[in-house]
């Protein structure tokens, strides 16, 4: 009858994890993006002395259209 279970944590735990700030803001709608939210998106960039740098950018998913 017993099921083991090796669930780690309780979905309230799991939703408030979600519910965290990540310090991260949106570069398209400028608010901050909770840890379900955030997408990290590699951007390359020209810099002024013609040499390209890569560097991330922060979206939330529904801003940069995912679903
Ligand atoms: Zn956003």
Redesign the pocket.
Known sequence: MAQATKMGADSATLEARRRMGTGHT??????E?TQG?LLMVRVVAMETNGRPRNRKVP??R??YGLL
């Not at 949106?26 to 608010?31: A, D, E, F, V």
Request: with cysteine; charged share 25%; glycine share 8%.
């Open positions: 949106c570069i398209r709608c400028g608010s993006i939210e979206y939330h529904k801003c």
